[in-house]
């Protein structure tokens, strides 16, 4: 314990030493929604902490719905006195902040690793799965792809209008993969690469996607889950910053636009043994064909966590390489589950459905569970579409059919935890309804 506050405090004392004008560090962490909460702390205090003073946040901060408001779900929230719960830095995510208009840093913090974690933490939730497989000698290697829009900064009438081209000053308004994209928006688009980087995250690959105003970026493969998913939740929230610096709106909501593609996070995954070998790789690759197989056996039941929201099921079988049935091939991205041609070594499965505005750590943590599952089932998958484009099975295309699918589903609630499946489940439930306590404009003109 002495030898992590030590670390801790000379992360800190470094920080203050080569960034002297920083007075504050914002102290964040994941919600169920997939936003950041937190503090903001005199760099003082943040010293203190680090030197082994306590940390706590209300426990409830995590249970925040959509909208920031807090949902009655058992007795959390309105029964228990909202009692705080002890939070721990995590080292080496202390950095600048480059996009506020004052000098600031921060800091993701955590309660996994504290003598009382909450169970429903998203990050929580991850560790539990991620220690488990390591126990029993599975050890992930992960890389997220974010998908994501820029609009001009400013709304028209509450909705988004396409971004301007830098050198044109018109709107970027035509759908392309087109390279002179990432050209006419370099300055922003090297601005997020760089600002990211800043924060500890490999960028690797740009895109331009097929929507207008629509890129991917790639990071760089880990060996450590925990980190993988720290780095896709910090992304968004240093590009949402460096976007609004250059006058633009970036947006990892899943669909935007019904007439263009919706932004995925796709997720690859590859699982090694403590000797390095590929486990997927084995036997002729059939522990691969068993992995698939829970990972689709258990997708359906998974649907509110890889579509968050109402927006997310839009996207859904909407346009382009966007599934409708729970389906896996062999360098398909019309699959939920793509296998990208590698050699053994490398042999991984991308998992494509999710929505960019999912929790990642939650993605990942479901994605972990369904591999773990079929390796443990050994069943055989359907067939992959390279042999039946017609292959697949269905899973929820709405919100609270979903959640049903999810609330009793017995390995869910055993390997991500019976609480946590309870409270996120009511979460969703609850913002679904709470999104539909408002009558749209639509409705007067057809009904009125």
Known sequence: MKSHASTLLAEVRTFRQNHPDVRYVDLIALDIPGH??????????LEKVAAGSPLKLPQNAVLLGVQGGLFKIGDYCFNDGDPD????LVPGTLKPVSWESQPLGQMLITSDGTEAPIEFEPREVLAKVLERLQHKGIHPVVAFELEFYLFDKKLDNGLPQFARDPLSDDADDQPNLH?????RFSEVLDDMAQTAKDQGVDITVITAEIGPGQ???NFGHLDDGMR?????????RSTRGVALKHGYRASFMAKPYLQYPGSGMHVHVSLYDGAGNNLLAAHQQQPLRHAVAGCLELLPHCMPIFSPNHNAFRRLGATVNAATLASWGFEDRDACVRIPESDPRNLRIEHRLASADANPYLVLA????????????KHEPIAPLNEDRSSGTDFPLEMLDAVRAM???????DKLGAEFVDVYCENKRQDHLAFQQEIHAREYRWFL
């Open 85 to 88: 719960a002890n939070r721990r």
């Open 215 to 217: 890129f991917e970026i």
């Open 407 to 413: 609330q009793h589903q017995p390995v869910l609630r």
């Open 366 to 377: 479901a994605i972990l569970v369904g591999l773990e599952h079929g390796l443990e089932t």
């Open 179 to 183: 390279i002179e994209r990432l050209s």
């Open 36 to 45: 950041f909460y937190g503090k903001r702390y005199p760099i003082e205090m």
């Open 228 to 236: 993988a998913a720290d780095w896709a939740a910090l992304f968004c």
